[in-house]
């Protein structure tokens, strides 16, 4: 079996509170030097059969869809070893 990842992230251009939150938290716990923390989310995949193109296509289909608000979170598909 394969894995396939899925990272999705908030677009740049919106605002992460949960990301400022934790930025604003590493400073009091002795983390200097951060100057932006951005949150976001990680699927993993355990792929049946080999990871062809049809598959990373139906993959993509899916997080377009189901697994990031393509409105408001970009998304990248990757295969591990």
Do not use: Y
């Not at 509170?17 to 400073?27: C, D, E, H, M, S």
């Not at 002795?30 to 976001?40: K, L, N, W, Y």
């Not at 989310?41 to 059969?49: A, Y």
Request: charged share 30%; hydrophobic share 45%.
């Amino acid at each position: 079996m394969a894995r396939v990842v899925v990272d999705v992230m908030l677009k740049p251009e919106i605002l992460d509170p949960q990301g400022q939150a934790v930025q604003r938290a590493l400073p009091r716990l002795g983390f200097d030097g951060i100057a932006d923390v951005r949150q976001g989310k990680r699927f993993e995949l355990e792929v049946e059969g080999p990871v062809d193109q049809t598959a990373l296509d139906r993959i993509h289909k899916m997080a377009e869809t189901f697994l990031a608000n393509t409105v408001i979170e970009d998304f990248t598909v990757k295969v591990e070893d």
